[in-house]
């Protein structure tokens, strides 16, 4: 059975960090591209990034670039999402998806319907 657990979301306070796992049972993460999406009250969804596990390309939006990092641990079949310098723009719930990774391209990594498997979501909180 295929699942997704999203987990490591939390209360912190402007300029502290968090980081958000995403794990998944059933398959092996290395053979998907993983990204992030996240949605906040009122506001359409937004990608936040995105690493393909074939040749490591790691996506950011622009609002995160510099403050966010994604990376991978195969042995532990999680991906994860690093985030620093937080704002309270950043609050939001935080959605990871996998999709194979020959769909992931500049133009396609922040599509929603690019992905298939999604965890529930874990929520960010950022006080200022």
């Known amino acids: 059975q295929v699942q997704v657990v999203n987990s490591g979301g939390g209360l912190v306070q402007s300029g502290g960090s968090l980081r958000l796992s995403c794990t998944a049972s059933?398959?092996?993460?290395?053979?998907?591209?993983t990204g992030w999406f996240r949605q906040a009250p009122g506001k359409a969804r937004e990608a936040v990034s995105c690493?393909?596990?074939?040749?490591?390309?790691?996506y950011y939006a622009d609002s995160v670039k510099g403050r966010f990092t994604i990376s991978r641990d195969n042995a532990k079949n999680t991906v994860y999402l690093q985030m620093d310098n937080l704002k309270p723009e950043d609050t939001a719930a935080y959605y990871c998806?996998?999709?194979?990774?020959?769909?992931?391209?500049?133009?396609?990594?922040?599509?929603?319907?690019?992905?298939?498997?999604w965890g529930q979501g874990t929520q960010v909180t950022v006080s200022s």
């Open positions: 998806g996998t999709a194979p990774n020959m769909g992931m391209t500049p133009s396609t990594w922040y599509l929603y319907r690019a992905y298939d498997y």
């Open positions: 059933g398959y092996s993460l290395d053979r998907y591209a």
């Open positions: 690493i393909v596990s074939s040749d490591g390309t790691t």
